[in-house]
């Protein structure tokens, strides 16, 4: 199964996409337990 050319560059955005996300979810959960704590 060949892949094209854009599969790479669509790959690497849900890659970055995803780490953005989880990074911004894991600050609200540390903001939210230094509050808590």
Known sequence: MQYP???GYMIAAYV???VVILAYA????VRL?????
């Open 16 to 18: 970055v996409a995803a």
């Open 5 to 7: 050319e854009n599969a």
């Open 33 to 37: 337990r230094r509050y808590r704590g």
């Open 26 to 29: 894991g600050s609200l959960l």
